[in-house]
């Protein structure tokens, strides 16, 4: 079965209302994180998170609004190819790179991996692969981040073999089967947080985990239906994955709901980067807070 390291490339911090609706003004931790997924003698990474090449292209120009905005924390031991030299791995022994998305603390160390091809939604790089200035910011793409020949070696999950997924993931319905890995790693649409935003549920020895990115920012997002701020109002039987796609916030609030879904009733894993370390909100199922100790919560959700 498939492995799954974790591992912490740095923080931001922003109010904590931003991810939870009625947290209030506390400012809070978001971790970026990388993960190391490996079936056999493959490796992939699930993004890179933060690297010194953030702070080298936002330091001056609109993009220096960013770091702003939110502050972001980073030592330079953090970066990920630093961690996975410390491993015994190094660049070349990484198969390819998986993108859940484009935004600057998912892709900030893609240049450290100047020789290894990414995977990524065809339809995100669509959307961002021409932004610049303003525009780029207000989508939290950093354009310089993006290595020179990024294209040249780019594949896109579209292109993977689409698979219906099994009955236990339901309301999902079906991926996209990434190559080589036994069938083991699906990646899945999650649209709603970004363009071309993409989620992956693994097989692991446990059952099943998603890596859903930012597809929700705190477990009451998906176990309470709490909204980020201002989330449209919606309800889960009008937002099932049966339904036609809206977009923006309400896509979003869908893809929550079906994550609803399959934590309530299964047991499978929801691994969430970042995941806000702030104890803003008791889970009312575990009664345990959800914060800086999430690894005590019940195996149904797995906080990494």
Known sequence: MAKITAFETGWCTHISCIALKGAGLKVCKFPARAWLLEVGDKRWLWDTGYSSWFEHYTQSGVFRLYRQVTPVYFDPQQALVRQLSATGLAAKDVDAIILSHFHADHIAGLRDFPDVSCICSGEGWRQVRTLRGVTALRQAFVPGLIPENFDSSLRFIESFASVNLPAQLAPFECGYLLPESNGEIILVP???????????????????????????????????????????????????????ISFGKTVWWRFVCAMRGIYDPVDVDLALLPYPQAAFHRSRGTGKLAGKKAASVPAKCLIS
Do not use: K
């Open 190 to 244: 999650l649209p709603g947080h970004a363009a071309g935003h993409i989620g992956a549920f693994v097989l692991t020895d446990n059952g099943w985990t998603l890596l859903a990115g930012d597809a929700a920012w705190a477990p009451a997002n998906y176990r309470e239906l709490r909204r980020i701020w201002l989330c449209p109002t919606a309800t889960p039987t009008t937002t099932r994955l049966g339904n036609s």
